[in-house]
Protein backbone atom coordinates (compact mmCIF):
# COMPACT_ATOMS: atom_id res chain seq x y z
CA UNK A 1 0.00 0.00 0.00
CA UNK A 2 1.62 3.32 -1.03
CA UNK A 3 -0.28 6.79 0.86
CA UNK A 4 0.67 10.39 -1.01
CA UNK A 5 0.17 13.54 0.73
CA UNK A 6 0.61 16.52 -1.44
CA UNK A 7 1.69 19.81 -0.36
CA UNK A 8 2.32 23.46 -1.79
CA UNK A 9 -0.67 25.01 -3.47
CA UNK A 10 -1.61 27.98 -2.70
CA UNK A 11 -2.52 31.41 -4.33
CA UNK A 12 -0.31 33.45 -6.50
CA UNK A 13 -0.11 35.72 -9.20
CA UNK A 14 0.00 35.04 -12.95
CA UNK A 15 4.05 34.72 -13.90
CA UNK A 16 4.36 33.52 -10.69
CA UNK A 17 6.28 30.05 -9.61
CA UNK A 18 4.91 27.15 -7.23
CA UNK A 19 7.02 24.15 -6.02
CA UNK A 20 4.16 20.71 -5.03
CA UNK A 21 5.68 18.38 -3.20
CA UNK A 22 4.41 14.37 -3.27
CA UNK A 23 5.77 12.43 -0.17
CA UNK A 24 5.12 9.07 -0.12
CA UNK A 25 4.80 6.50 2.64
CA UNK A 26 3.66 3.01 3.10
CA UNK A 27 6.33 2.00 0.23
CA UNK A 28 9.43 3.09 -1.10
CA UNK A 29 8.89 4.70 -4.48
CA UNK A 30 11.82 3.99 -6.55
CA UNK A 31 9.96 0.93 -8.11
CA UNK A 32 6.59 3.07 -9.30
CA UNK A 33 5.68 5.94 -11.96
CA UNK A 34 4.28 8.87 -10.69
CA UNK A 35 2.30 11.18 -12.13
CA UNK A 36 0.73 14.89 -11.67
CA UNK A 37 -2.60 15.08 -12.66
CA UNK A 38 -5.06 18.50 -12.32
CA UNK A 39 -8.71 18.70 -12.31
CA UNK A 40 -10.17 22.23 -12.72
CA UNK A 41 -13.98 22.81 -11.71
CA UNK A 42 -16.64 21.30 -13.90
CA UNK A 43 -13.95 19.56 -15.54
CA UNK A 44 -12.75 16.30 -15.65
CA UNK A 45 -9.10 14.90 -14.10
CA UNK A 46 -6.66 15.54 -16.45
CA UNK A 47 -2.47 14.72 -17.01
CA UNK A 48 -0.23 16.94 -16.18
CA UNK A 49 2.94 15.49 -16.07
CA UNK A 50 5.07 12.03 -15.21
CA UNK A 51 8.26 10.75 -14.21
CA UNK A 52 9.28 6.81 -14.96
CA UNK A 53 10.46 4.76 -12.01
CA UNK A 54 13.99 4.89 -12.33
CA UNK A 55 16.55 7.31 -11.47
CA UNK A 56 16.73 9.93 -13.99
CA UNK A 57 13.37 8.22 -15.59
CA UNK A 58 12.27 9.94 -18.39
CA UNK A 59 9.26 12.72 -18.21
CA UNK A 60 6.58 13.54 -20.16
CA UNK A 61 4.34 16.61 -20.08
CA UNK A 62 0.85 17.73 -21.56
CA UNK A 63 1.20 20.17 -24.14
CA UNK A 64 -0.82 22.94 -22.11
CA UNK A 65 1.94 22.87 -19.75
CA UNK A 66 4.88 21.96 -21.47
CA UNK A 67 8.38 24.31 -21.11
CA UNK A 68 6.68 25.82 -17.78
CA UNK A 69 6.52 22.87 -15.11
CA UNK A 70 8.69 20.53 -14.55
CA UNK A 71 8.54 17.05 -12.52
CA UNK A 72 11.25 15.39 -10.75
CA UNK A 73 12.00 12.93 -8.36
CA UNK A 74 14.23 12.17 -4.90
CA UNK A 75 13.58 8.22 -4.61
CA UNK A 76 16.29 9.09 -1.55
CA UNK A 77 13.39 11.38 0.22
CA UNK A 78 10.12 9.11 -1.11
CA UNK A 79 9.10 12.61 -2.93
CA UNK A 80 8.01 13.90 -6.08
CA UNK A 81 7.59 17.33 -7.03
CA UNK A 82 6.32 19.53 -9.84
CA UNK A 83 8.05 22.82 -10.27
CA UNK A 84 5.04 25.39 -12.02
CA UNK A 85 6.79 28.67 -13.67
CA UNK A 86 4.97 31.41 -15.62
CA UNK A 87 1.81 30.32 -14.10
CA UNK A 88 -1.35 31.20 -16.20
CA UNK A 89 -5.09 31.68 -14.89
CA UNK A 90 -6.09 28.41 -16.72
CA UNK A 91 -3.34 26.32 -14.57
CA UNK A 92 -5.77 26.98 -11.67
CA UNK A 93 -7.38 23.56 -10.36
CA UNK A 94 -6.75 20.64 -7.74
CA UNK A 95 -3.60 18.89 -8.35
CA UNK A 96 -3.19 15.77 -7.07
CA UNK A 97 -0.46 13.08 -7.67
CA UNK A 98 -0.70 9.41 -8.21
CA UNK A 99 1.85 6.24 -8.43
CA UNK A 100 1.38 3.04 -10.28
CA UNK A 101 4.08 -0.14 -10.04
CA UNK A 102 5.19 0.44 -14.02
CA UNK A 103 7.96 1.57 -15.86
CA UNK A 104 6.14 3.43 -18.46
CA UNK A 105 3.96 6.19 -18.03
CA UNK A 106 0.07 6.47 -18.36
CA UNK A 107 -1.88 9.39 -18.84
CA UNK A 108 -5.17 8.17 -18.44
CA UNK A 109 -6.08 8.59 -14.31
CA UNK A 110 -7.94 4.78 -14.59
CA UNK A 111 -4.42 3.46 -15.07
CA UNK A 112 -3.13 5.05 -11.83
CA UNK A 113 -3.65 2.44 -8.21
CA UNK A 114 -2.48 5.32 -5.52
CA UNK A 115 -3.86 9.05 -4.83
CA UNK A 116 -3.27 11.65 -3.34
CA UNK A 117 -6.13 13.99 -1.41
CA UNK A 118 -5.16 16.67 -3.81
CA UNK A 119 -3.61 20.49 -3.01
CA UNK A 120 -5.24 23.53 -4.41
CA UNK A 121 -3.57 25.76 -6.70
CA UNK A 122 -5.25 29.15 -7.74
CA UNK A 123 -3.60 31.65 -10.07
CA UNK A 124 -5.15 34.71 -10.20
CA UNK A 125 -4.84 37.85 -13.12
Known amino acids: QVQLVESGGGLVQAGGSLRLSCAASGRILSGYTMGWFRQAPGKEREFAAGISWWTGGTTYYADSVKGRFTISRDNAKNTVYLQMNSLKPEDTAVYYC?????????????????WGQGTQVTVSS
Open 98 to 114: AAVPRGVVPQAPSEYNY
